[in-house]
């Protein structure tokens, strides 16, 4: 996932993506200051959910 908030963190990703389906890892890639790099990697549960996730995107 990319283009996030620059304030999005590991915490409000999963919150917003467990709207979708079970997540079994999120994490939110940051640099050297901690800072968010604005995108991201999700891994559901099951795997139809990235097919609910991608029919809510804008």
Same mark, same amino acid.
């Given at each position: 996932m990319n283009n996030f908030n620059f304030? +999005? +963190?590991d915490? +409000? $990703?999963?919150e917003y993506v467990t709207k979708f389906g079970e997540v079994? &890892?999120? $994490?939110?890639m940051k640099d050297q200051n901690g800072q968010s790099r604005c995108f991201g990697f999700v891994t559901f549960t099951d795997?139809?959910?990235? &097919?609910e996730f991608m029919k809510q995107r804008p």
């Open positions: 304030r +999005t +963190t915490e +409000t $990703l999963k079994s &890892d999120s $994490l939110v795997p139809h959910a990235i &097919d």
